[in-house]
């Protein structure tokens, strides 16, 4: 088993709330609510104090006790957080805002909690075991199982005092630390990634189209000029017709890769233009009505370019449809797309249709995606973009 040490060697940062697993430390992290809790009491003095010359007295002394006494217990709920929580506590730009609004939790709620809570779970327990020397009357056998059932609930009591201890610091870090740290990170990590991936993207549809099929256009030509000089009738004439004719496919496949890779049509003309494009191309006949005022910013023309391609594509192969509908437009700042179908229905994310895909896809750009696919149809997928 993996000591401490070795943890935060493999992690190379410290562990959150790993020194909570002792029972001690939670039981001083508790404890130490006595500190707001005599706060609290000078509050409550102060408010009583005032109550007796008119109400309104008593509200303004317990609210200044209490705005004198924030600045002060704020600091102690940060430094012994560290009895349950060894991480580094990160800075939060309204840090002031924070820990004033954990101050007054704790003093008008919290510490009387975890009092309340550290009573219960070691009075209990001590109680049971102590019932020999507190009742000498009880008879023996009820004080011995009395005295077994107080040590028993005594791990029981240390697991509730750490669980309860872990809680609280969970709860204060929340409060302190900056909201969604690390997951604003791996949002932006995501984000970046995309963007390299799209970069990428557009690297390889151009040496494609700038290499590759340049190349079989010209050995397409060249096939087709040796061609027209030999006799139809010839060996040599039918193998090099064949081969004319091998060349014009492999460019017709080329041609659809390049836009699979990167829709240069997407990048001319728009998403609109580019929704056409892609229609247009379709087994199923799909009809498309797209108003929007203008170019929209790239991620999000791109984004939904690739939203629309997938679900045509779906369409295609799983719906069974025999027409579609793609509508775009732009309302209050956010693009919505909706794809419809008039096939059998039953569209499920979990069976890799790449509706898990797309969400991903989306949440990089802080879309949304919503599918209604009943059974026997008809399949309606909404997506929203914001940021338009």
């Known amino acids: 088993?993996?000591?401490?040490?070795?943890?935060?060697?493999?992690?190379?940062?410290?562990?959150?709330?790993?020194?909570?697993?002792?029972?001690?430390?939670?039981?001083?992290?508790?404890?130490?609510?006595?500190?707001?809790?005599?706060?609290?009491?000078?509050?409550?003095?102060?408010?009583?104090?005032?109550?007796?010359?008119?109400?309104?007295?008593?509200?303004?002394?317990?609210?200044?006790?209490?705005?004198?006494?924030?600045?002060?217990?704020?600091?102690?709920?940060?430094?012994?957080?560290?009895?349950?929580?060894?991480?580094?506590?990160?800075?939060?730009?309204?840090?002031?805002?924070?820990?004033?609004?954990?101050?007054?939790?704790?003093v008008l709620a919290m510490w009387w909690?975890?009092?309340?809570?550290?009573?219960?779970?070691?009075?209990?327990?001590?109680?049971?075991?102590?019932s020999p020397i507190l009742q000498p009357s009880v008879a023996p056998l009820i004080g011995v199982l009395a005295f077994v059932a107080g040590l028993l609930l005594f791990p029981v009591a240390a697991y509730t005092i750490t669980a309860w201890g872990g809680a609280r610091g969970a709860m204060v870090r929340a409060m302190l630390a900056p909201q969604s740290t690390q997951l604003n990170e791996v949002l932006r990590s995501r984000a970046r990634l995309v963007d390299a991936f799209e970069m990428e993207r557009r690297r390889i549809e151009r040496d494609l189209h700038d290499g590759a099929q340049q190349r079989l256009v010209a050995l397409s030509m060249t096939l087709g000029l040796a061609r027209l000089d030999l006799p139809g009738d010839s060996e040599t004439g039918r193998l090099i017709g064949q081969a004319h004719d091998e060349a014009k496919?492999?460019?017709?496949?080329?041609?659809?890769?390049?836009?699979?890779?990167?829709?240069?049509?997407?990048?001319?003309?728009?998403?609109?233009?580019?929704v056409h494009d892609v229609a247009g191309r379709s087994p199923v006949p799909v009809d498309v009505r797209i108003d929007l005022p203008g170019r929209l910013p790239a991620p999000v023309e791109v984004t939904a370019y690739y939203v629309v391609s997938e679900a045509l594509t779906n369409l295609t192969k799983h719906s069974r449809a025999g027409r579609g509908l793609v509508t775009g437009r732009v309302e209050r700042g956010t693009l919505v797309v909706e794809v419809r179908d008039d096939g059998i229905g039953g569209a499920d994310p979990g069976k890799g249709t790449g509706l898990t895909g797309l969400a991903d896809r989306l949440a990089v750009v802080g879309g949304r995606l919503s599918l209604s696919s009943p059974a026997g149809g008809p399949t309606l997928l909404r997506v929203e973009i914001p940021g338009t």
Do not use: C, K
Not at 120 to 129: D, H, N
Not at 251 to 263: F, K
């Open 1 to 106: 088993m993996l000591n401490r040490t070795a943890l935060e060697a493999l992690t190379q940062r410290p562990i959150p709330f790993l020194a909570s697993a002792w029972p001690w430390r939670s039981a001083a992290y508790l404890m130490s609510s006595v500190v707001p809790g005599v706060a609290a009491g000078l509050t409550a003095a102060a408010a009583v104090s005032g109550t007796l010359v008119s109400p309104a007295l008593g509200i303004a002394a317990g609210l200044a006790a209490l705005a004198l006494l924030v600045p002060l217990i704020a600091p102690f709920e940060r430094l012994r957080l560290r009895l349950v929580d060894v991480a580094p506590l990160p800075t939060a730009p309204d840090r002031r805002r924070r820990e004033a609004g954990l101050a007054i939790m704790t």
């Open 113 to 130: 909690i975890d009092l309340v809570m550290l009573a219960f779970t070691i009075g209990g327990p001590l109680v049971l075991a102590l």
């Open 249 to 274: 496919q492999a460019l017709a496949e080329l041609r659809e890769l390049i836009r699979g890779v990167h829709s240069q049509v997407l990048t001319d003309r728009g998403l609109a233009a580019a």
